[in-house]
């Protein structure tokens, strides 16, 4: 498995990707039509990602296994998008990893590549537990903070 900086290439993968961990992780915790309205808006997104590569907005891997075009999972990180006294300046925007590959590592190693050790936030949906459990191991913790977004309740976790 190689995890490496995404390419212009990866959008289509990744696009699909990312549409899949979706499935994957909040089937049963957001509404079903939100994950076909995702779905049925395949080619926007491809665009979306495009264009989120070509801008360098956020620094994103992917991981990729030994099947050409398919990747395993991936990871984003950039410039805090909140403001608040105290926050972190570094955001983890995203990281999926394929239902596959829950508990061999690639999660940890796709943090690691992302934000190493350093301070950060990141915002989980409320109800998700396979993801807090993994953030509280990498030493993130629930500030308090939360905000309601089209999926749900999505509550800030913080590693100082």
Do not use: C
């Amino acid at each position: 498995m190689l995890i490496r900086p995404v390419a212009l290439d990866d959008a289509e993968a990744l696009t699909d990707l990312h549409l899949d961990v979706w499935e994957e992780a909040y089937t049963g915790l957001i509404p079903d039509e939100i994950l076909i309205e995702r779905r049925s808006q395949r080619s926007a997104r491809v665009d979306r990602w495009r264009t989120n590569i070509q801008t360098g907005r956020f620094s994103s891997v992917v991981a990729e296994g030994e099947e050409p075009g398919r990747l395993l999972g991936f990871a984003s990180a950039g410039t805090a998008r909140d403001d608040a006294p105290g926050l972190p300046t570094l955001e983890l925007t995203a990281l999926y990893v394929r239902a596959e590959r829950y508990g061999t590592g690639l999660g940890h190693a796709l943090l690691e590549k992302t934000i190493g050790s350093s301070a950060a936030y990141l915002w989980v949906l409320d109800g998700n537990q396979r993801a807090t459990a993994f953030y509280e191991r990498q030493g993130f913790r629930f500030d308090g903070e939360t905000k309601v977004d089209p999926v749900g309740i999505e509550r800030r976790m913080v590693r100082g």
